[in-house]
Nanobody, 122 residues
């Protein structure tokens, strides 16, 4: 089973960009899809973007045009680039992995990282 660890969060200003990374481990990594989710206190975790095992992608409507997800199989990493950040993007961002497929529901994923905090100040 693939394990994942997030990094790259921090405090930024509104309008800034940020690149989050998800580092994966496991010999079957290439067969896994990786999704990004985010959560704020008191709210349900919500889907941000996903890249499948064959690099198909999907994005939540609220980040379309402000987000780009990609994977580098050789480096065992998935990157989530966020552009023109807004204070409403403040959240803990999680990456998660599952075997194949394009899914946007968190219950579809089996391996989760610990999360990385993104704070956007106005």
């Amino acid at each position: 089973q693939v394990q994942v660890v997030e990094s790259g969060g921090g405090v930024v200003q509104a309008g800034d960009s940020l690149r989050l990374s998800c580092a994966a481990s496991g010999s079957t990594w290439r067969a896994y899809s990786v999704g990004w989710f985010r959560q704020t206190p008191g709210k349900k975790r919500e889907f941000v973007a996903v890249v499948t095992q064959d690099s198909s992608t999907a994005y939540a409507d609220y980040v379309k045009g402000r987000c780009f997800i990609s994977r580098d199989n050789a480096k065992y990493t998935v990157s989530l680039q966020l552009f023109n950040l807004e204070p409403e993007d403040t959240a803990v961002y999680y990456c998660a992995a599952r075997l194949r497929g394009l899914y946007s529901t968190d219950e579809s994923y089996i391996s989760w990282g610990q999360g990385t905090q993104v704070t956007v100040s106005s």
